[in-house]
């Protein structure tokens, strides 16, 4: 039976008067792609995760592939990525001709198991993607121990991390470079967009030129710069990944709203904490001492004394009103990987399972106590 109470979606933007405003400003200046407003989303991104350089791109998948592009990963080079993580993270490996090894995660956080990492690791690994799953960071000591001293890359898929903190670091500051989506499913979003960060000035150059066609001069200086004549040298084979002002404007007053929104959604979260609790079936989230979660998304985990499978699950909440969906999926399933890589889910069986049994519950800034509790009480009825 369907609920009559309003839909409580499980993710919704939040958008203002302040957001018009800053469209309306770039659409009456006339320039309307990679600009002033460009650079100024950036230099805030910068200055809140607490590193020299930050690049807007068209989404977190561009600014993976950028990275790995300025890491110079290639055809023959091996990319440790966790199995459980949205396709992307894997796929960008795929685009660079070079392969991804999949390894399997840690069953509390849903992140990257450092012990997976010292196993796979090899004399052809060129670069590792940990990703800060929903919110919370991968445990970047445990990795780069893992590593072992070796040369590699390492470059943080921080898609659903902005915000988020590490022992008193910022996401997108703890490896070579960091990236993060602007989603609508994320914090904070421009509808789609992305940012590569680096603390790097070499691989900062890079990814500068990489992202505008491989042009040696900025589209700023073309076009407002003292020669009107002078074009661009392309000594490199780039991308368009360039962002537009009219997303950066959006997405440049969310990110002054960035602190506020999280602190909102732990109230969120602490609260379904406290109301999962009665629940013996269902696992909240973990939260490690020293870590700032980001709360992109509020994940749980259905254990096997459920009165329902998570499937049913999902169908009961939908038809009282309330959405929900599963945490992410096993890439290592997926039929792309399977008919080219040969991967086999039952080799991770951690991601197998998270895949099957997480739930990732409503949680963003619309959201009220009362919101909550709905949630907790439709759970409690199963």
Avoid at 260 to 266: D, G, M, P, Q
Wanted: proline share 6%; aromatic share 6%.
């Amino acid at each position: 039976m369907s609920s009559s109470l309003p839909t409580l979606p499980i993710a919704k933007p939040v958008m203002g008067a302040e957001e018009l405003e800053a469209v309306r400003q770039v659409l009456e200046s006339g320039w309307l792609t990679q600009g002033p407003w460009v650079r100024k989303l950036e230099t805030a991104f910068a200055e809140r995760h607490d590193v020299k350089h930050a690049f807007a791109t068209t989404s977190c998948t561009t600014a993976l592939h950028l990275a790995l592009v300025a890491a110079g990963i290639g055809p023959g080079d091996e990319v440790i990525v966790p199995a459980f993580t949205w396709v992307a993270t894997a796929n960008v490996v795929m685009h660079c001709g070079a392969t991804p090894v999949f390894v399997d995660i840690l069953p509390a956080s849903y992140n990257i198991d450092p012990k997976a990492v010292s196993r796979a690791v090899s004399a052809r690994t060129k670069a590792i993607i940990p990703v800060h799953l929903f919110g919370l960071a991968a445990d970047m000591d445990a990795i780069n121990d893992a590593l072992g001293g070796r040369q590699v890359t390492v470059i943080e898929d921080a898609a659903c991390a902005a915000g988020a903190g590490y022992h008193g670091q910022a996401a997108g500051s703890l490896g070579h470079m960091g990236c993060f989506s602007l989603h609508p499913r994320k914090s904070i979003t421009c509808g789609e967009g992305g940012v590569v960060t680096t603390n790097d000035d070499r691989l900062a150059g890079l990814l500068d030129v990489y992202r505008n066609h491989g042009a040696s001069i900025s589209e700023e200086v073309r076009h407002r710069g003292p020669k009107p004549y002078e074009l661009p040298e392309f000594e490199v084979f780039g991308f368009n990944y360039r962002m537009t002002d009219i997303q950066a404007a959006v997405a440049s007053v969310q990110l002054q709203k960035l602190d506020r929104f999280i602190a909102e959604r732990e109230v969120l979260a602490d609260r379904l904490d406290q109301g999962l609790s009665r629940i013996d079936w269902i696992k909240p989230p973990t939260r490690p001492q020293g870590y700032v979660h980001a709360w992109q998304a509020y994940v749980a985990m259905v254990a096997d004394n459920a009165p329902l499978s998570r499937n049913e699950i999902l169908l009961r909440l939908q038809e009282k009103g309330i959405g929900s969906r599963p945490g992410t999926h096993s890439v290592v399933g997926l039929a792309a990987y399977r008919k080219r890589l040969g991967t086999d889910p039952a080799d991770f069986p951690v991601a197998t399972r998270a895949e099957a049994q997480t739930i990732a519950l409503p949680l963003h800034n619309h959201m009220g106590p009362a919101d909550v509790d709905r949630v907790v009480a439709a759970l409690e009825e199963m």
